[in-house]
Structures are given as structure tokens and as C-alpha cells.
């Protein structure tokens, strides 16, 4: 493909067409392009996404789409995400070897990634519906949350690096600014494209009149909007991550930019905490107690994952201008202490994040089909009810909560009480 070609959105006629010369393509999947089988598969909010078999291999290839799907041309929105998206999966695969897809071809000015085909991995939002389980999940993503926020923070890069990094990612702009608005503000009044189920007025009129807590977000979003402490996915939930029953991939960080260490894990794990409440709308008392146990252990594992790592990488690659060891170990002074204080103040911007996405994806814009495919309402207002009032005591109290035991013990709580 010449990267003069002016930007088109692709279709499953105009792609192989469009492909066929690349060799970094064809040595995959075959140069006989007429044999390709392309389908489009995209379901998320923003961009094209097509499966493209030949006869040996199949692959991804992700294109950026002018405006935002989910709402149609009326709302633009720059192809150079699809940049950001390509840069940040490299560091990513640099950082974390492993954990994200391998990219064969991109293409600027087209807007398209050519990724692995992830095979037979499903979204983790899927499978979370469904009830299925996979071995090591919170593993690899404790690993993956700890070394991309170590790795890309002031704690791992020198100087040069990290400030010409961090101005490269204030180019994210518009992306930012859909974070700012649809997480951290739109929830707390009746913004114009919110929706709600039906029936949850009563809580909804408890938070969006709580000062306190709308004082608390608006402090998160300075954080947000100021805090340029690491490299982040900056849109990981379970719809981010695709699995096997042993195998997690973690893809889609257009929505990536240098913000608090905190931001990535905080939402992840708020995404299972959705996922924990929704349970009783999918399952029958037979296997809910168990399935919900093992999310609750998943976020443990993630957690416990993210400590383990994070000490590790500040034990054993400490190089940045943080912390340095000129003023700890080699004075023969322990940095314990200082790692504590770190691992403390992500852990309560991390709770902050938690609670206010739990309360996005309930009163916002972009929902999650955890609920939203709960067909009977008032069983999905019950159970969204206990989320918004839980993610409401995690912004309040996110400098008391100790640990992620309290978490569970919280989940548990809520998860049998009534709130409507
Ligand atoms: C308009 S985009 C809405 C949401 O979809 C993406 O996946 C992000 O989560 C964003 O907030
Ligand atoms: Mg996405």
C-alpha cells in the first residue's frame, strides 16, 4: 500500500485490493488476495475492524474511523489515534513482552494496524457473561498493569525520554477529553447522551447531589489531567483484554496517555467488580456462588500480582530519577519505606478510578453488556444500584480502605443487601 494514497475507510471488497502488494502481508496470509476471506467484526465504539483469512493464516487489521461509531458522523474524531495506539503497543510489547498482539504493517495516514489474529481467544467481557473461567488471568495482568506503569514512569526512563514521550502523548488529546467528560464528569449531572435504566432514580439522585463525592471525582480528574506519572493503556477494561482458557492478550490502548500509575489497574479491577454484580442477572443459584468467588479471587490475584511485580521492578531496575538509589542503598539506607508510600498512592488513585468508572458505565455514555444484557430491568437496576453505591464509598474512602481483603469483603456486602 503507497502511504500517499489519500485515507478511505476499507470494506471487505476494497481491503484485499488495498493489501495485496505488502509483502509483510502477504508472506503471512498468501499473495493470491482474490482467496482472502475478509469480515468485518468490529463491535466496540470507534473503529473498523476485519478478519482477513488466506488459505495457511488469518489476521487483524484495525482502522480508525473519522467519527465515533457508537454515535454516528456527528461526532468527529481524529485518525491519529490510530498512531498512538500503534505507539503505545510497542512500548507495550517492549515492556511486557508477550502480552499484547504482535503488529506486522501500519500505516499512518491510512489509519490501519495489520495485527496477530488472536485465535481462539474470546473478549473477556464475553466470557465473564458466560461464566468461564481462565487459568492465570490475574497474573498476567497484575504483571502487565506493574510493568508498563514501572516502565514508563520516571521510576525507569531517564529525563530526555520520559518528557519527549510524555509531549509526543499530549497529541491524544481528543481521546483524553472523551475520558475527561464521559468518566469523570458526565455521570454527576444530566449530561446530554447519558441513559440509565429505568428505576434507578433514587440512587442516581443520591450521588449527583453528594457534594462531597463530586468534589472527589473533580480531584481524580486533576490527577487525571496533571499527573503525567506513567504510560497508560488508559481504556483497560474486560472489553480491552481477549483470552483463552490459559492464554490473556491485552489489546486497544488508542485511549493511551501519560497519566496517575494508578488509572490502569483502578479500572480493571472495577471492571470485574461490574462483572462480580451482574452475576445473579446471568446464572442460576447452582454456580453463581462460585463464579462470583473466583472473580473476587481474580481481583485478589491481580493485586497481590501488581505488589509482587512492582516491588520487584523497584528492587531490581530502579534507574530513573525517582527514588534514586544514590540516596537509598547506596548509603546504605533501606527504600522500603519509600516503595510503601509509592505502592499506598496508587493503591487509593486506583480505588478512585475503580468507583468512578463503576459509576460511568451505569450513568453515562458507553455502557457494559455485563449489564446491559440483563433483559428484565428491574433485576438490572437492583444489581447496577449496589454498584453505584459501592463505587460511591470507593471515591469517598479511598485514603481509609487498606487492601484489596477489604474489597472483597465490601463486594460481598453489597452484593446481598437491597437498594432499591
Ligand atoms: C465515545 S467512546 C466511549 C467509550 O468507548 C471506549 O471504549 C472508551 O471506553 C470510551 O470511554
Ligand atoms: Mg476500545
Redesign the pocket.
Known amino acids: 500500500m503507497k502511504d500517499d494514497l489519500e485515507y478511505e475507510p476499507l470494506n471487505s471488497k476494497t481491503l484485499p485490493e488495498r493489501l495485496k502488494n505488502l509483502e509483510s502481508i502477504t508472506s503471512l496470509i498468501g499473495n493470491k488476495s482474490e482467496e482472502w476471506k475478509v469480515t468485518e467484526v468490529g463491535d ?3 473503529n473498523l475492524v476485519f478478519v482477513v483469512e488466506g488459505k495457511q493464516a488469518s489476521l487483524i487489521v484495525k482502522q480508525a474511523l473519522p467519527y465515533v461509531r457508537l454515535v454516528g458522523d456527528s461526532w468527529p474524531l481524529p485518525l491519529s489515534r490510530s498512531f498512538f495506539e500503534h505507539e503505545i503497543l510497542c512500548r507495550q510489547g517492549e515492556r511486557d513482552p508477550g502480552s499484547v498482539p504482535q503488529i506486522y504493517y501500519f500505516n499512518k495516514k491510512q489509519a490501519i494496524i495489520v495485527m496477530e489474529m488472536l485465535s481462539p481467544h474470546v473478549i473477556l467481557r464475553k466470557k465473564l457473561i458466560a461464566g468461564e473461567y481462565v487459568n492465570g488471568l490475574g497474573k498476567t495482568l497484575g504483571n502487565f498493569c506493574a510493568r508498563t506503569a514501572f516502565r514508563g514512569s520516571d521510576l525507569s526512563l531517564s529525563t530526555k525520554e520520559k518528557k519527549k514521550d510524555t509531549a509526543l502523548f499530549q497529541g491524544n488529546d481528543e481521546l483524553m477529553a472523551i475520558t475527561e467528560n464521559l468518566i469523570f464528569t458526565d455521570p454527576y449531572f444530566e449530561a446530554e447522551m447519558n441513559h440509565h435504566t429505568e428505576g434507578l432514580e433514587p440512587v442516581i439522585k443520591t450521588l449527583r447531589s453528594d457534594v462531597s463525592l463530586k468534589q472527589e471525582v473533580q480531584h481524580m480528574l486533576l490527577k487525571f489531567t496533571s499527573n503525567t506519572e506513567t504510560l497508560l493503556h488508559g ?1 483497560l477494561h474486560s ?2 483484554v481477549m483470552c483463552t482458557d490459559s492464554e490473556t492478550k491485552i489489546i ?1 490502548p ?2 493511551g496517555f501519560y497519566g496517575p500509575m494508578g488509572f490502569d489497574i483502578g479500572m480493571l479491577i472495577s471492571n470485574f467488580l461490574m462483572a462480580y454484580f451482574s452475576q445473579p442477572g446471568h446464572r442460576t443459584e447452582n454456580t453463581l456462588e462460585e463464579y462470583q468467588n473466583w472473580i473476587l479471587s481474580t481481583i485478589e490475584e491481580i493485586y497481590s500480582t501488581f505488589i509482587s511485580e512492582f516491588s520487584n521492578l523497584w528492587r531490581n531496575e530502579r534507574q530513573g530519577i525517582l527514588f534514586p538509589k544514590s540516596l537509598f542503598e547506596n548509603q546504605g539506607h533501606s527504600s522500603e519505606g519509600a516503595l510503601n508510600g509509592v505502592l499506598n498512592h496508587i493503591w487509593s488513585d486506583a480505588l478512585g478510578v475503580c468507583g468512578i468508572e463503576m459509576h460511568r458505565r451505569i450513568l453515562s455514555l458507553a455502557h457494559n453488556a455485563d449489564f446491559e444484557e440483563i433483559a428484565d430491568l428491574k433485576t438490572r437496576a437492583e444489581l447496577e444500584a449496589r454498584n453505584l453505591i459501592m463505587g460511591r464509598q470507593l471515591i469517598l474512602e479511598r485514603n481509609q480502605i487498606k487492601d484489596i481483603q477489604a474489597i472483597q469483603s465490601l463486594a460481598r456486602k453489597y452484593n446481598s443487601e437491597k437498594h432499591l
Open positions: 466496540g465504539n470507534l481504556d472489553g480491552s486497544d488508542e485511549f
